[in-house]
């Protein structure tokens, strides 16, 4: 099992960025997808998970209208598109397979003037 994070970097409050997830290894279509996200200090959080089919998505509050998740089973890719952005959004964001304790390397977001 493979999952490669990437689409981190340095943007302003209120700019966006779209992570990818780019999984292999494993039966991608029939799995639930989520985002986690730590930053300095914090524990790691559920931001946002779907479902196999994508039929069905969750987010927590603080990122609920401004974050997107969504996925792509012929690219094996899920995604997370992230709008208005704020400070607190900075963390290290990771893919993982719903169920299984699979985790990508982590991509960096850092939300600053």
């Known amino acids: 099992v493979q999952l490669v994070e990437s689409g981190g970097g340095l943007v302003q409050p209120g700019g966006s960025l779209r992570l990818s997830c780019a999984a292999s290894?494993?039966?991608?279509?029939?799995?639930?997808m989520s985002w986690y996200r730590q930053a300095p200090g914090k524990v790691r959080e559920l931001v946002a998970g779907i479902t196999s089919t994508g039929g069905r998505t969750d987010y927590v509050d603080s990122v609920k209208g401004r974050f997107t998740i969504s996925r792509d089973n012929a690219k094996n890719t899920v995604y997370l598109q992230m709008n208005s952005l704020k400070p607190e959004d900075t963390a290290v964001y990771y893919c993982?397979?719903?169920?299984?304790?699979?985790w990508g390397q982590g991509t960096q977001v850092t939300v600053s003037s």
């Open positions: 290894g494993f039966t991608f279509s029939t799995f639930g």
């Open positions: 993982k397979i719903t169920v299984r304790d699979y």
